[in-house]
C-alpha cells in the first residue's frame, strides 16, 4: 500500500524539533531510523499528517562513558553499536543483542532511541535495557526528566513518553567488571522477530549468584521482567537444578500470542529455553 499524504520536516535543532511536535500534536510522528514507522505508514496502521525527522539534529548520535555510565545518543544506530570498543569492552551484552537484530541494512540506518520507542514487545532493546537497568532521558518545553527502563514500557506500542516529549539519550550502568551476559534468541530465519529471547545479566560470587537480572522478548505485551526468577537464583548455586527453577519461573509469567511463530504453548517453552541458555551461557562469561 501506499502511505497518506503527509509533510515532511527536517528540523536542525531539538528545540525547533519539539516545537514542531507540540504544534502538530497527535498528527504528528518521529521519524528516526525509520524501519518502524515507514512500514507502519505503508500499511496505513499509523497515518500521520507530519513527519518530524530528527536525522540532521546535531548531538543525538555518539556513545561514551561519563561518571560510571554508558551514555548513547537516541539516534546511534545498532551498527554503531556492534562497533563501539566502549561497548565491546564495557557492555558486551548490547554488542551481543544488537547483532541479532534484523539484518545489516536495517542495522546501519535503525536506532537504539526508535527501537526503544516504539514500544514493539517483539523488538530487542526493551528486554536489554531491563537487564541493563538502564534509565531514558526525555525532554520537552519543559525540560528533561530521567526515566528508569523498568516501568517505561507499558503495553504494545505503549511506553511513558509522554506527548510533546523526545527521547535523546540511553543511560547504562556500567557492568562491574567480570560480570556475565548473554542475549539467547530463537528465531526462525534472519531478519525476523524473535519466537522467544531471554536476556541475562549475571554475577557470581564464587559457586554463589551474587546478583542476576533476566528479561524476556515477545512472550509478553511487553518485555518481561522475571522478577521471581531473580529472587529465587540470588544467593543460590547455579546447577542444574536451580536453573530449571528459574526457567520455570520466567514461563510462568509468559501470556503470548499464538501466530506464525508458534502457539502460545511453544513460545512458552522456548522462553524457558531461551532462559536456560542464556543462564549458562553467561555463567560461563562470568568471573568467580
Not at 500500500?1 to 525547533?16: G, Q, T, W
Not at 537480572?213 to 522475571?226: D, M, P, R, S, Y
Not at 536451580?242 to 513460545?267: F, H, N, Q, T, W
Request: glycine residues 10%; contains cysteine; aromatic residues 6%.
Amino acid at each position: 500500500m501506499i502511505p497518506r499524504p503527509f509533510e515532511y520536516h527536517a528540523p536542525e535543532s531539538l528545540p525547533d524539533a519539539i516545537a514542531l511536535l507540540n504544534q502538530y500534536g497527535d498528527e504528528a510522528k518521529l521519524l528516526a531510523g525509520g524501519h518502524s514507522m515507514l512500514p507502519m505508514m505503508k500499511l496505513r496502521f499509523a497515518e500521520p499528517a507530519h513527519l518530524i525527522d530528527l536525522g540532521k539534529i546535531p548531538g543525538l548520535k555518539g556513545i561514551r562513558e561519563v561518571d560510571g555510565e554508558i551514555r548513547i545518543g537516541a539516534m546511534t544506530t545498532e551498527n554503531d553499536l556492534i562497533w563501539s570498543e566502549l561497548l565491546q569492552q564495557k557492555c558486551p551484552l548490547l554488542v551481543e543483542g544488537a547483532r541479532l537484530i534484523s539484518d545489516p541494512q536495517v542495522r546501519y540506518l535503525g536506532t537504539i532511541g526508535g527501537d526503544i520507542s516504539h514500544g514493539d514487545p517483539a523488538n530487542d532493546h526493551p528486554a536489554l535495557m531491563l537487564v541493563l537497568g538502564a534509565s531514558f532521558v526525555l525532554e520537552s518545553t519543559g525540560g528533561e526528566r530521567v526515566v528508569p527502563a523498568d516501568g517505561y514500557f507499558l503495553g504494545t506500542y505503549y511506553t511513558s513518553l509522554e506527548a510533546g516529549e523526545i527521547m535523546t539519550e540511553i543511560r547504562i550502568p556500567t557492568p562491574a567488571i567480570g560480570t556475565g551476559y548473554c542475549y539467547a534468541k530463537l528465531k526462525r530465519k534472519t531478519g525476523d522477530f524473535a519466537t522467544a529471547a531471554s536476556a541475562v545479566m549475571l554475577r557470581m560470587s564464587g559457586a554463589i549468584v551474587h546478583d542476576v537480572a533476566i528479561a524476556l522478548t515477545n512472550v509478553g505485551q511487553t518485555a518481561l521482567k522475571a522478577r521471581e526468577a531473580e529472587v529465587f537464583l540470588r544467593g543460590k548455586m547455579l546447577n542444574d537444578q536451580s536453573i530449571s527453577e528459574a526457567a520455570r519461573l520466567a514461563m510462568s509469567i509468559c501470556e503470548p500470542s499464538a501466530d506464525l511463530r508458534g502457539d502460545v504453548e511453544y513460545k512458552t517453552a522456548m522462553a524457558g529455553e531461551m532462559t536456560q541458555r542464556a543462564l549458562r551461557t553467561a555463567y560461563s562469561r562470568s568471573a568467580t
